[in-house]
């Protein structure tokens, strides 16, 4: 009795101890399941984060590029006014005045003017004095698309088109040719500033943000009371962004935000540095 009594009680201790590392088994492969849990979903949250910033910055690029196009057109249309106005006074043809708020606001209080039915059509370009055909200059016959296919004979208006037209066709290198045209014979044209910052963004659109950098450096030193000034310090912080300059990028954002807190410029500041900030 004894004898068997000794043996149930081994028996026990044996099912006892198979029992523990059984146990222990279970909880480390339940611990396992739950880091497994965690890891997957930090890695989805980590994925939707990325989205998130790609999804922020293609709106950032699609605001940059629609405040482009009303600049643009602002452009346009101060140039054909002053086209009109040079037209109507029956004087020489002039190059196109600065525009200031008080012009803009006296332009939108006044009564609409209509165009001529030419420039309607295109708004492409304000009208130019008519050249005789006997001195007209044909294009040359292998002339790259790229490059003028003329001399420019003309004055300073038309230079100015010529490099905007190609800016705006993505034509950059050419862009940037005429605009140093445009500045090496009339530095000293009221759209000189716009001159300069336009090949700074010609520059950047082919990523040549190294050359970009001094195009819109010189747009804030040289012309510091321009239009153009708040479009070039934030265009200099984008620049030293993609050069991954980050310290100099955020000084010039954070400038933009504190000389012109209410711009379009100081927006687009806001929009960089909230992405820098969510990628540190």
Known sequence: MKKRTGLIAASLGLAALVMVPGCATQRIAAVEDSLNRLERDLYTLKK????????????????????????????????????????????????????????????????PVTAPPAIEESMAMPPTAETPPATATPPAENADPELPAKTHGGGPEELYHEAYAAFTAA??????????????????NPYADNARYWIGEAYYAQRDFRNAVPQFQSVVSDYPGGNKVPDAI?????????????????????????????SAAADKARQKLALIESER
């Open 48 to 111: 939707a984060d990325t989205e998130v910033n790609i999804k922020l910055d293609q709106v950032s690029t699609q605001v940059e590029l629609l405040a482009r196009r009303v600049t643009e057109s602002e452009e346009r249309v101060s140039l054909v006014l002053g086209k009109v106005s040079d037209l109507s006074a029956g004087g020489e043809l002039a190059a196109p005045a600065r525009r200031s708020p008080a012009t803009e606001r006296a332009r939108d209080e006044a009564p």
């Open 171 to 188: 034509q950059y290198p050419n862009a940037i040719l005429l605009f140093e045209e445009f500045m090496a014979r009339f530095s000293q």
């Open 234 to 262: 934030v265009k200099l912080g984008f620049s030293y962004y993609e050069l991954q300059e980050y310290e100099k990028a955020v000084a010039e954002l954070q400038q933009v935000i504190e000389k012109f807190p209410h």
